[in-house]
């Protein structure tokens, strides 16, 4: 009688089968081919560092849950009166960024949970009725994750076993990787890397320093 035991994956937040004769099957990429799964190196054990990573054991709270339009309980598209009423305004801080020659405002948000933690850059643009909405989040805390664990402080190999890496291109954001089956982009350390890396040049280890989602 045949067996089949759960196996998680460190680092990934994913599950594969190990058979009892001890034969492993091979986790799907995201472009439907075979690889062997990403084992993840051991993130560093103090919380404070800026590449420690929660538990992959522990799926993110649903405020600080990445999809492809939100963080948490804020949406794309959300006009900046809405967003201020429902967060306290002592966790709102109004700046801005200038974005290819264009000065736009910034909500930085602070975390109720985590205040010690960055702050989400929310970037707004105006509509034709001069209101504001938001276009753009940039998330450099490490606790805001999607569903399969991937965020800050992960390394891009597991991002790209789980969603595939489409584009790898530098930006005023540094060097980023799109993912366009997670929606999101995300930005890499780049240290030691080509000056125009293709996909394939990215080693797996490299850390993703922040997420970007936008329209």
């Known amino acids: 009688m045949r067996c089949r035991i759960v196996v998680l994956l460190s680092g990934l937040g994913l599950a594969g089968l190990l058979a009892c004769d001890g034969s492993a099957t091979r986790t799907p990429t995201a472009s439907g081919g075979a690889e062997p799964p990403f084992v993840s190196p051991a993130a560093p054990a103090d ?23 939100r963080a948490g309980r804020l949406r794309l598209g959300m006009r900046e009166d809405e967003i201020r009423a429902q967060w306290p305004a002592d966790l709102l801080r109004l700046g801005t960024r200038t974005q290819e ?45 999607t569903a399969a664990g991937i965020g800050v402080g992960s390394p ?4 790209r076993q789980q969603y595939g890496l489409d584009v790898v291109e530098r930006t005023e954001a540094g060097l980023v990787g799109m993912s366009r089956a997670a929606g999101m982009t995300w930005m890499l350390d780049d240290a030691g890397l080509p000056a125009a890396p293709r996909p394939a040049q990215v080693p797996p280890a490299t850390r993703i320093t922040g997420v970007l989602l936008y329209q």
């Open 47 to 69: 919380p404070g560092s800026p590449t420690a990573t929660p538990s992959p054991s522990t799926a993110p709270d649903s405020l600080h849950l990445l999809s492809p339009d």
């Open 101 to 145: 020659g264009l000065r736009n405002p910034v909500l930085f948000l602070t975390d109720a949970q985590h205040p010690e933690a960055p702050p989400l850059e929310l970037e707004l643009t105006a509509d034709p009725d001069g209101s504001q909405r938001l276009w753009r989040i940039r998330v450099t805390d490490l606790h805001y994750r």
């Open 156 to 159: 891009v190999g597991a991002a």
